[in-house]
């Protein structure tokens, strides 16, 4: 594993440029998302390449039913946790919804607040018609990853979660968005719920990487829900999930294991306990004595 090799420690961040040469190089980009300290600072040491701090935790860290009732405080609040948390991996702000719809110059306000946290570059979803926006925060030095096919923040509310790409019409849109994206200056795209015959002409038409998640093999880099693929995030079960373990699993057993030593005093036990000494207990319960107490 590389979390035993050193040698990973002793790799520069990951920037844009590195991500843009990846794809150059054919070497396949990894993405998972993080929400706080503690997971991030694992699949760092792990060695992924890029941790995005998904709008998603608005589901899997705050029970909201979708990504969209997470807002700018909330994910300022993920990101810095993750940031803390991270000393080679590329960490990348999902900007959630309100936060650049309103206006450009909102937008570019809320983007820096991220990089302001520790984040390296911001996450819009939308095609061509947010291209403006992109081209500002870009404009502004702030590196940008778009996001099109399924767009959580957007298309569920028209048409729910839906594969795209499955159409003449809709895989020609995505072509087009994409080649506008990369016009506008965005350093790489996510692909989500693409066909892979649409992906696949997407990453041979563009010179940036593609990111797919539910979108097939051609892509540049692949990305998953953490809480996904290590089964403890069990209300929504893509088909496009690989799940790698099944942590909710191991974690409920050993909550019910912790609940029946305590019921029965199983726990704490000796090796869990911390004692004064005989000579100071000697001390305490003689003054208790004189003071009758």
Known sequence: MQDKDNSIFNRKRVSVKDIVIMKQKLEKISVLTAYDYSTASICDRAGVDILLVGDSAGMVMLGYPTTNQVNMEEMLTFCSGVSRGVKRAMIIADMPFGSYQISTSEAIANA?????????????????????????????????????????????????????????????????????????????????????EVADIICKNISIPTIGIGSGSSCDGQVLVLHDMLGIYEDIKPKFVKRYAEVSKSIFEAVSVYISDVKSSKFPDEENIFHTSPAELEQIRKTLKEKKI
């Open 112 to 196: 820096i607040k991220f990089i302001k946290v520790g984040c390296h570059a911001v996450k819009l979803e939308g095609g061509i018609e947010i291209i403006d926006t992109v081209k500002a925060i870009v404009k502004t030095g702030i590196p940008v990853m778009g996001h099109i096919g399924l767009k959580p923040q957007t298309t569920i509310l028209s048409e729910g979660y839906r594969l795209q790409g499955k159409t003449k019409i809709s895989g020609l849109k995505l072509i087009e968005d994409a080649k506008a994206l990369e016009e506008a200056g965005v350093f790489s795209i996510v692909l989500e719920m693409v066909t892979s």
